[in-house]
């Protein structure tokens, strides 16, 4: 297998990468760590500034990108959630991927590209270039959050794979392993999961490649250790648990879109005047709210994202 050097890091961050890899191992061993700091009772034998300084990832900066609406709570955000590897149901993904095993973890890079390889996760995410980035993420269910992302956005990546002119797509993959993910023993989707952004979608300041949230390593049922974020998109665009990432000449086949090709398209664009068939898109339910809001206009994303789509028909194109 061909293992990408990580040649191109300067002396400086590898000690930053060292102390993000013991948190990353640290966090792998202790699997109730995460529920225990979220909870506030500490783990016996460890202290609770131990546990939190375990739980960070450092010095994040703050994105100017962020929304400073109310961030949903930690506790919903890890156990109310789509990730159908492991099952449909929304609060078992935080019980049956507790042990997915997520390190080491290598992503294939593919396709229309001059530096194809198989990277190691540690050397695709540098820990310099974390962000922080609340966004609101809009499932195509009608409900929502806000989440604090740590990530990198997607475009200071792919300039090092070197993109041809040919390439005008980009395709994700997530990982196939109905071992360790039992809702993929089931047919309910054509596995592996595929996503998949144009060019200019996955090039935009606002896509994000996650590996956190709350400051924290990404938790296993949020898509660990590598997901995508793309916050003017319905959440299934969002993918999880990447181990392909391929460059194409023409437009991926995405999971949703195959599984109801009249119900989710390639495009996903969070829109209110666009109805799903069989339910309106008009509205939302906050995850803690009481009161459904307006669903905004890609996602209230607009004034950075509209101008990819002029010309295009959302009902269309959807
Ligand atoms: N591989 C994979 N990625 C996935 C999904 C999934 O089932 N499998 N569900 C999607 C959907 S429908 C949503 S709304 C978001 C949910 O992300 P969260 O659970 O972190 O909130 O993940 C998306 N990414
Ligand atoms: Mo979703």
């Given at each position: 297998m061909l293992?990408?050097?990580?040649?191109?890091?300067?002396?400086?961050?590898?000690?930053?990468?060292?102390?993000?890899?013991?948190?990353?191992?640290?966090?792998?061993?202790?699997?109730?760590?995460?529920?225990?700091?979220?909870?506030?009772?500490?783990?016996?034998?460890?202290s609770a500034?131990?546990?939190?300084?375990?739980?960070?990832?450092?010095?994040?900066?703050?994105?100017?990108?962020?929304?400073?609406?109310?961030?949903?709570?930690?506790?919903?955000?890890?156990?109310?959630?789509?990730?159908?590897?492991?099952?449909t149901d929304k609060e078992a993904p935080a019980h049956l991927a507790k042990n997915f095993k997520t390190s080491p973890w290598t992503v294939s890079v593919e396709g229309e590209i001059n530096k194809p390889a198989q990277y190691q996760l540690e050397d695709l995410v540098k820990?310099?270039?974390?962000?922080?980035?609340?966004?609101?993420?809009?499932?195509?269910?009608?409900?929502?959050?806000?989440?604090?992302?740590?990530?990198?956005?997607?475009?200071?990546?792919?300039?090092?794979?070197?993109?041809?002119?040919?390439?005008?797509?980009?395709?994700?993959?997530?990982?196939y392993d109905p071992e360790q993910m039992p809702g993929q023993r089931r047919r309910v989707l054509n596995w592996p999961y595929v996503e998949g952004l144009r060019m200019d979608e996955a090039m935009h300041p606002l896509t994000l490649l996650a590996v956190g949230l709350y400051g924290q390593v990404l938790p296993n049922q949020n898509g660990a250790p590598l997901r995508l974020v793309v916050p003017w998109k319905y959440g299934f665009k969002s993918i999880k648990s990447i181990v392909?990432?391929?460059?194409?000449?023409?437009?991926?086949?995405?999971?949703?879109?195959?599984?109801?090709?009249?119900?989710y398209g390639f495009y996903a664009n969070v829109n209110p005047d666009v109805d799903h068939p069989r339910w309106s898109q008009k509205r939302e339910r906050r995850i803690g709210d009481f009161f459904k809001r307006d669903t905004l206009m890609l996602n209230g994303y607009a004034d950075q994202v509209a101008s990819l789509y002029q010309g295009m028909d959302p009902k269309t194109l959807y």
């Open positions: 293992i990408k050097q990580a040649d191109d890091i300067k002396s400086s961050e590898i000690t930053d990468e060292k102390i993000y890899l013991q948190r990353r191992r640290f966090l792998k061993t202790t699997a109730h760590v995460t529920l225990t700091a979220a909870t506030g009772i500490s783990l016996a034998g460890i500034p131990e546990v939190a300084a375990a739980l960070s990832m450092g010095d994040i900066k703050p994105s100017p990108l962020s929304t400073d609406e109310a961030k949903t709570d930690f506790k919903d955000i890890t156990s109310y959630n789509n990730f159908y590897e492991f099952s820990p310099h270039q974390l962000q922080e980035r609340i966004y609101r993420l809009r499932c195509v269910e009608a409900w929502s959050m806000v989440i604090p992302w740590v990530g990198i956005p997607l475009r200071d990546i792919i300039g090092r794979f070197e993109p041809t002119s040919k390439a005008k797509y980009v395709e994700f993959t997530t990982l392909k990432i391929r460059f194409t000449q023409t437009q991926p086949q995405t999971t949703w879109a195959q599984a109801g090709p009249g119900e």
